[in-house]
């Protein structure tokens, strides 16, 4: 008899943590802008945990946080608090981490995700604020082969927010496109670098499985230590399968944390998972508690730009696919890019923006992709490029010359204009000048000729073609194209 697999619904919640884009640290003045910094040299006596100093909220990075709990739909609580979060560590300066338990910033919100064409809404529990720790740095010594530890305590207390959605994911995918969305709303809204694989978007996932129409569930697994989306993605698949063997096997999922090895592409046990009264909880006693007005939300509210999701849709209505409005939502930096082109194209919305469109999505992005380099560093501004687009639309120059004066226009900084000007690049339309090019064509290929006279439509388009090679793409096709039946009749 071959033993059936068990039909398992897996059950995936997502914590991250993400550093804030704050000139300063928490709860003291030391600059949060470490990266780079010679270790240990952007720390006070706060941030080194000493006795007797005191902490003072960073009201920026506050005012971060209320910002991210409105773009992912949450409630502000009018009454939020710090606590304490007790355990011992190496990294932890002060033996605590200033945190909160009870009455996080932000509750009950959520974020709309796509997977598949289907739109699913996943829940965010809690959006809270808290203190990143120092960095343990593990090496080995050449000589003795011995391990030790250093300390780098630059990290210490730089503003760290904590995102807990609800166990509302059911697939690997789903968790890597809640991942991809937050990380875009955030640094739409300006809070954080959001970049995984520099460590300052950290992603835990919770993973358990239950057999499909049990409501119950089954004990969950921690998963940490992943560094990508795809790491995110591929441990949750291990996991899955790891999990679903052990239950069809008869076996019991013991709740515990799991590293994720990405070069073995595997998670292996950690530790067994400490309950929440393990870390003593109490009251931070140093700190005031926060009181949230109603008019202080709606300010923060009014700072927020159009989020991703609305952006697309408008873009869409503008005429533009799916597709099209998705990638070039995909960032706010094109987003604006691809705005401040269609504005200075200044024609009817909908063909400014499909003319914007085909050239940030198309010329600009091979720019992205060949030299890897982000939006921001592109030298062209919108209205240089808009000047560009204008003068292939007037037919001032072809496409095929359009594109070699983009790759000018990024070389030199100079505008449109004036390189087509001194290079000599503007479209031939004057019929006595390519008539002398034609006959040259015409001279030269005589099979075209014949099989043109022979009534082949394709020959028009080889010999259409052959002119524009002949002036180096800058005749016009259709002068062409009508002074070859001109002179063959
Ligand atoms: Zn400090």
Known sequence: MVAVATDFETVIGLEVHCQLVTKSKMFCG????????????????VCLGMPGVLPVINEQAIA??????????????????????????????????????????????????????????IGITRVHMEEDTA????????????????????????????IVSEPDMRTPAEAREYLVRLRQILRYIGVSEANMEDGNFR?????????????????????????????????????????????????????QTRGWVDERGETVSQRSKESAHDYRYFPEP??????????????????????????????????????????????????????DVSRALALDPQRSAKL?????????GRWSNTTGKELAAFPVTAEALAGLIRMVEDGKVTSAVGKEVFEEMVASGRAAQEIVESGGMGQISGS??????????????DKAVDDYRAGKEAAVKFLTGQAMRETRGRANPQVIQDLLKQELG
């Open 203 to 255: 992603c835990d996932a919770n993973i358990s499985l239950r057999p499909r129409g049990i409501t119950a569930f089954g004990s969950k697994v921690e998963v940490k230590n992943m560094n990508s989306f795809r790491a995110v993605h591929d441990a949750l698949v291990f996991e899955q399968k790891r999990q679903a063997a052990i239950l069809d096997a008869g076996g019991s999922i013991p709740q």
């Open 135 to 162: 960095r343990l740095l593990h090496r080995t010594d050449p000589v003795t082969g011995e391990g030790y530890s250093l300390l780098d305590v630059n990290r210490s207390g730089t503003p760290l927010m904590e």
């Open 356 to 364: 914007a469109a085909n050239w940030v999505l198309g010329e600009v």
């Open 64 to 121: 971060f946080i209320v910002k991210t709990g409105l773009a992912l739909n949450c409630e502000i609580s009018p009454f939020s608090k710090f606590d304490r979060k007790n355990y011992p560590y190496p990294d932890l300066m002060k033996g605590y981490q200033i945190s909160q338990y009870d009455l996080p910033v932000c509750h009950d919100g959520w974020l709309d995700i796509e997977v598949d064409g289907a739109t699913r809404r």
């Open 432 to 445: 006595d000048e390519l008539r002398d090019v034609v006959r040259k064509v015409i001279a030269a290929n």
């Open 286 to 339: 140093d700190l005031p508690s926060l009181r949230f007005a109603p008019e202080y939300v709606a300010e923060q509210r009014a700072l927020l730009p159009e989020l991703p999701d609305a952006r697309r849709r408008r873009f869409a209505s503008l005429g533009l696919s799916e597709a099209e409005a998705a990638t070039l939502t995909e960032s706010r930096d094109r987003a604006d890019y691809f705005e």
């Open 30 to 45: 030391c600059s949060a802008d470490y990266s780079g910094a010679e270790p240990n040299t952007h720390v006070c006596p």
